[in-house]
């Protein structure tokens, strides 16, 4: 009895169903279809009825289209090359060149668009950043890159000022966000050059150096600018001085030249308010000396007409009158009382250097080292 021959009929499961491969894509809706011969993948994109051949696969999908509305954006990873007019580019064997481990930032499009096979979203959907008045981003440069007609290099930093919606790119990295510094009156900024710079008046700065900041309002610190502190102003009245020195060679705020180590007094008739300058030192206040008609002082090392101190020289001052000692000015004894002599009452003088004098009857006379004269009362003696 010859052998059977059996033949096995595929069940059900194993038999591929007509309605597996004829795939309805809706309006703005897309599908990924493999080839399972080759590995490649290609786009649909509907309305229509794509029927899978034999050795083609569905891979992904039907998949709604994306959607960006106004105000928002965003991160697609591998991205597809595109030609100069837009249209993806492939490769020999089929597939879509895409530009691997690079990102794109797409925003609000005119119709809805599909993923090619490769892109991914990098999360959701992202707000667009507003900036705000008197606000700024600090941003950085993570590649080498055109600016419209500006050239950025890796690593360089720059200001997005405010009012203005931000516009993400995939060169640029946000830093962070500076807000502006309120300067008040009788108040001054102080700020700090940290690379070779032109400040907002057109001045040349150099790492490191200091200046102050005095218009009123609000101002954003550049990008190679640190604000070092708010410098408050010393208010002056008629009765005291602010005594200042120089920590070296400027100019300072009335136009005058200041050598190291130089030291002056600011008072009421120069400004009601003085902010110290960044080479200023405040050395200290000092009061005002008020002498009455019946008082005098003496002066030692006093300052002559010319500004310049006459060291070892002696000066006296009589009242009613109101000054400043100046820096390095110093009284001999205080503020001492005029002598009032009676009728009946003289005094006897020694000279403790050559001076010309006026006696009594209003005649000159030279007085040498250690001659002695009287005067007679009654007057008044300074």
Known sequence: MG???????????????????????????YVHIEDTNTSVKKLVCGPTVFICKAHERLDQGP???ITIPPRKYLVINNPVARDASGEPLKLSDGTYKLR??????????????????????????????????D????LRANTDFTDGSIER??????????????????????????????????????????????????????????WLVRTVGAYL??????????????????LNAL??????????????????AEEWLVTYKDRPAHIPDV???VVGTVAVTVLSNRQFVIVLDPYDSKGVQQLGSRELRKGPCAFFLLPGERMEAGIQDVYVLNEDEALLLRAKESFMDVDSEAEVVDRKPGSRWMIHGPRDYF
């Open 100 to 133: 691997i481990a690079e990102k794109e930032i797409r925003f609000q499009q005119p119709r809805p668009f599909p993923l090619y096979p490769g892109e991914t979203m990098e999360g959701a959907l992202n707000e667009l950043q507003v900036v705000q008045p």
């Open 135 to 138: 606000t700024a981003l600090k």
């Open 153 to 210: 290099s890796s690593g360089d930093e720059w200001l997005f000022k405010g009012p203005a919606t931000y516009f993400p790119r995939v060169e640029v990295d946000v830093s962070e966000e500076i807000g502006a510094v309120i300067v008040n009156d009788n108040q001054a900024l102080r700020l700090r050059a940290d690379l070779p710079t032109v400040d907002v008046n057109g001045t040349q700065r150099y790492s490191g150096e200091e």
């Open 3 to 29: 052998a059977l021959m059996s033949r096995r009929v595929p069940s059900d499961a194993s038999m591929p169903r007509a309605e597996d491969s004829i795939i309805r894509i809706m309006p703005n809706q």
């Open 279 to 281: 080479y200023e030192k």
């Open 221 to 238: 610190p550049q990008v190679t600018e640190t604000v070092v502190a708010i410098v408050s102003a010393n208010v002056l009245t008629p």
């Open 243 to 260: 005594h200042l020195r120089a920590m070296r060679n400027f100019t300072d705020i009335g136009g005058k030249t200041r050598l190291a």
């Open 63 to 65: 998949v709604p289209m």
